[in-house]
Structures are given as structure tokens and as C-alpha cells.
């Protein structure tokens, strides 16, 4: 249960720099769910714009990589999450920019 709520979000994030324009923002995140609603909660991530659900536990917590998309920033959704129903706390945990033209096409196993 959230007693009380710390925002420090007074306007969305900042567009990328110029040189970073060519960059793709990845971003891994921990979402820590109820387990009765952790269902819901990942069809919500999975319906989200650039939000994608690799795993879970049964104990509600979900691994998530979002991405930047022309409707948000990739720290705009995080923020966001906090603010769904059964979701307890958000945590980034791995974040990388990657070179957009390196991520086209299919990656082949070895």
C-alpha cells in the first residue's frame, strides 16, 4: 500500500541530443507486481508502445525492456509504471544506447 507518493515529474523528459537522434535507448526493468494482478499487469506492459515482458515469478516480479518510441521517452514509461494499479515499485537495472542501423535485420543464432 503507497501511503504517500514523491514526484518529482514536472514535465516529460528532454528530446534526445542531436548526436544521440541516430541511438536507440534501451532500457531493462524490474517490475515488482501483486501476484493476484501480475497477470494484468504484464498484458498492460505487453499493450504498451515499446514495452516488451521477457519473464516473471510467481511472486509478481516482471522483467521488462522498454524502448524510446515518438510517443514517450523510455524514463517517462518507467515513471508511469509506478503509478498503475498492482504495481508495487519499478526498478531500472540495465540501460544501454545502441546504434540503431546495428539492430536492423534478424540476429542469427550461433
Given at each position: 500500500m503507497r501511503?504517500t507518493r514523491?514526484?518529482?515529474?514536472t514535465?516529460p523528459?528532454a528530446?534526445?541530443?542531436?548526436?544521440l537522434?541516430d541511438?536507440?535507448n534501451?532500457?531493462?526493468?524490474?517490475?515488482?507486481?501483486?501476484?493476484?494482478k501480475?497477470?494484468a499487469?504484464?498484458e498492460?506492459?505487453?499493450?504498451t508502445?515499446?514495452?516488451?515482458?521477457?519473464t516473471?515469478?510467481p511472486?509478481?516480479?516482471?522483467?521488462?525492456?522498454?524502448?524510446d518510441?515518438?510517443?514517450a521517452?523510455?524514463?517517462?514509461r518507467?515513471?508511469?509504471f509506478?503509478?498503475?494499479d498492482?504495481?508495487?515499485?519499478?526498478a531500472?537495472?540495465?540501460?544501454?544506447f545502441?546504434?540503431?542501423?546495428?539492430l536492423e535485420?534478424?540476429?542469427?543464432?550461433c
Amino acid at each position: 500500500m503507497r501511503v504517500t507518493r514523491f514526484d518529482t515529474r514536472t514535465a516529460p523528459a528532454a528530446p534526445l541530443p542531436e548526436t544521440l537522434n541516430d541511438q536507440v535507448n534501451i532500457c531493462g526493468v524490474l517490475v515488482y507486481s501483486t501476484p493476484e494482478k501480475c497477470a494484468a499487469v504484464m498484458e498492460r506492459l505487453n499493450a504498451t508502445t515499446g514495452c516488451e515482458v521477457h519473464t516473471h515469478s510467481p511472486d509478481g516480479r516482471i522483467v521488462v525492456v522498454i524502448e524510446d518510441t515518438a510517443e514517450a521517452s523510455a524514463l517517462d514509461r518507467l515513471r508511469d509504471f509506478n503509478d498503475w494499479d498492482g504495481v508495487a515499485a519499478s526498478a531500472l537495472v540495465f540501460h544501454q544506447f545502441e546504434d540503431a542501423t546495428a539492430l536492423e535485420g534478424e540476429i542469427e543464432a550461433c
